[in-house]
């Protein structure tokens, strides 16, 4: 079946534009993540949905950065006023369980860079 | 709070010898841990994961990863390299127990010599 897909692949944007990327899970997971893979800071929790509680936001760097989760299905992660240090992969994961631990699949990932 | 180290930032082996990826880890509970696998220009792919049944787990592509508590160890071990093996792999920890919230190692790059 299809996994979890992100758009676009690839972004450039200008320091102080905002961004979004888009995060479509695998149909059926209840649980959504976001992480940023960066040179130097290695790969990051940002935020996690799970069904219809409240997002556990406490990966997110700085009050820049905000997501949405709409329907319990497609995700946004919202930049703001980019910066330089923003420039990372930014990977969405969803997770079904598995036993009684979720497995996270991972999408190819947002290749943000911010000039 | 939950920690991984992968011990070695850069690993290279020839073909058809046995590969060893170190990782050590640190958690307030009995943890879940992953080893993931990813290749250049491709996503993150799970090769195993150890949810306190067998402390020998096997994964994909004939890869394993022994859990030993009194080491907090979680090694990643293959006994023969192939030239497809090279990739980054991730050594990681949940942050609770339903392994959600993941914290990552640094992870190791392995090369793999015809």
């Known amino acids: 079946g299809a996994g979890v897909s992100q758009s676009p692949s690839n972004k450039v944007t200008e320091k102080g534009k905002d961004v979004e990327l888009r995060c479509d899970p695998i149909s059926g997971h209840t649980a959504l993540y976001w992480y940023r893979q960066s040179l130097g800071q290695g790969l990051e929790f940002l935020i996690y949905f799970q069904g219809n509680s409240a997002p556990d936001k406490s990966g997110l760097p700085s009050d820049r950065f905000s997501a949405e989760r709409t329907g319990g299905s497609v995700s946004t992660l919202t930049i703001q006023r980019t910066q330089q240090e923003d420039s990372a992969v930014y990977l969405c994961a969803s997770s079904s369980r598995t036993g009684t631990t979720d497995t996270q699949y991972f999408g190819p990932g947002t290749r943000l860079t911010v000039l | 709070a939950q920690s991984v180290t992968q011990l070695d930032s850069h690993v290279s082996v020839s073909e058809g010898t046995p590969v060893l990826l170190r990782c050590n880890y640190s958690s307030s509970y009995s943890p879940s841990l992953f080893w993931y696998v990813q290749h250049p220009n491709k996503g993150l792919q799970l090769l195993l994961k150890?949810?306190?049944?067998?402390?020998l787990v096997k994964g994909i592509n004939g890869f394993e990863a022994e859990f030993k508590k009194s080491e907090t160890s979680f090694h990643l071990t293959k006994p023969s390299a192939h030239m497809s093996d090279a990739a980054e792999y991730f050594c990681v920890v949940s942050r609770d127990n339903a392994g959600n919230m993941l914290t990552f190692g640094g992870g190791t790059r392995l090369m793999v010599k015809p």
């Open positions: 150890y949810t306190s049944a067998a402390t």
